[in-house]
């Protein structure tokens, strides 16, 4: 309905099972107490008009009350009443009750001032993210490291405090693939207004590539808006990410880097951005997809195939260097890779979430809180 970064609607998008649900006890709420209301603003005026003073009527007469105008004006509220309660119970219960569908998919959160972090089930992290797939119930369970704050998504009409030295926990099944808000719902002190994120719901496929670290996010957002990239590196813990860690371990940028400012140094070997199923032509002039057979072969055996305008030079990463595993995180990390990506050739380890800014941009997130969000 509204895009993410616009201002606020006034009524959020239905983005799970439990929001649908929830609106409509909202509205048969809303419409019970606005016909009621209108009703009695109604009778008033009728009768400021009605019984008003007039030159043959001084004196109104006495009533001594009726019972079945006191009848009717107590049954009737208390039925509506009742079904506010009887409604709003089953509702509460959806929304507390965890299915156990949803237990096996258990996210946790810790709020901290003034930032949430969030660990998927898989042990995939993110800073002022979660990252859910449509369709999939999922359990929340929350934390916090000082004050209590509240972790509420308007979207799935969801919100739950976080206490520190105790676990609290909601459920979602996110229906519409999009990006959401994510709120502190409780003021924690002076950047509390800042403790916002995003909330991504991805369909099957794309979660799958989010999984492995190669999903590179259309999201919409500030920086998308303003035309800059959005990209980020892979997410701590995915394939993606232990490939980075490889990259740098088996010095693979000491050939395949991005040229720094401060190092006049060109690379020795090509670029490895945006390389995965394109063409490449090779020096005895044949040209093939890099696949992700191609990949490996690259790193095994790198005479094999090898790209036309360049030397033979790289050394063959053998089962004792790279294992199979290793090879398939390596290709995961250069299949992640787009433009700005490629590491510094002196950089050694790679950059954590929430950390240092990555080698070609600035970091688009910058963590909040004066603590820069180093913990
Ligand atoms: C000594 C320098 C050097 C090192 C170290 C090195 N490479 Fe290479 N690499 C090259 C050169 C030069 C080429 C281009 C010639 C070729 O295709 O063999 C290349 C080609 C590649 C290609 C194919 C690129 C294309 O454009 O199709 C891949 C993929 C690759 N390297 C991955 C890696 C990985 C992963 C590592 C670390 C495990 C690594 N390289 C380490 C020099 C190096
Ligand atoms: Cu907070």
């Known amino acids: 309905m509204f895009g993410f970064m616009e201002t606020p609607p006034i009524?959020?998008?239905?983005?799970?099972?439990?929001?649908?649900?929830?609106?409509?006890?909202?509205?048969?709420?809303?419409?019970?107490?606005?016909?009621g209301g209108a009703a009695v603003y109604a009778l008033l005026i009728y009768c400021c008009f009605r019984f008003a003073k007039s030159p043959a009527n001084t004196r109104p007469q006495r009533i001594l009350g009726s019972n079945k105008l006191e009848i009717i004006w107590t049954v009737i509220p208390l039925l509506f009443f009742l079904s506010f309660f009887v409604w709003g119970a089953r509702v509460w219960d959806t929304a507390i009750g965890i299915p156990p569908e949803a237990a096996r998919r258990e996210y946790f959160v810790v709020g901290k001032q003034w930032m949430w972090k969030v660990q998927d089930p898989d042990g995939l992290r993110q800073i002022n993210e979660i990252t859910l797939e449509a369709g999939v119930p999922v359990k929340v369970t929350g934390t916090s490291e000082d004050v209590i704050h509240d972790f509420g998504i308007p979207a799935f009409r969801s919100k739950f405090d976080v206490v520190p030295g105790r676990y609290t926990a909601a459920w979602y099944e996110p229906t519409r693939p999009g990006t959401y808000h994510l709120f502190c719902d409780q003021y924690c002190g002076q950047g509390h207004s800042q403790m916002v994120g995003k909330v991504n719901v991805l369909s099957g496929a794309d979660y799958q590539e989010w999984k492995n670290g190669t999903y590179r996010t259309p999201f919409v957002n500030a920086a998308a808006m303003a035309g800059k990239a959005t990209t980020k590196g892979p997410l701590d813990g995915s394939p993606a990410w232990r490939g980075r860690l490889l990259f740098h371990k088996l010095q693979c940028n000491g050939c395949h880097f991005t040229q720094s400012p401060d190092d006049p140094t060109p690379p020795k070997a090509p670029s490895l951005e945006n390389l995965w199923m394109t063409k490449r032509e090779l020096s005895d002039g044949r040209t093939v997809t890099a696949s992700d057979e191609y990949l490996r072969t690259a790193i095994r055996n790198p005479t094999e195939h090898v790209r036309s305008g360049w030397k033979a030079i790289m050394p063959a990463f053998h089962t004792g260097l790279a294992t199979e595993l290793d090879i398939i995180d390596l290709t995961a990390y250069i299949r992640s890779l787009k433009p700005g990506d490629l590491p510094y050739r002196n950089e050694k380890s790679p950059t954590p979430i929430g950390g240092a800014p990555k080698a070609s941009q600035g970091n688009p997130n910058p963590p909040a809180g004066p603590d820069g969000g180093k913990k």
């Open 11 to 35: 009524y959020p998008d239905q983005a799970s099972k439990f929001a649908v649900e929830y609106d409509y006890l909202f509205w048969y709420m809303s419409a019970v107490v606005a016909v």
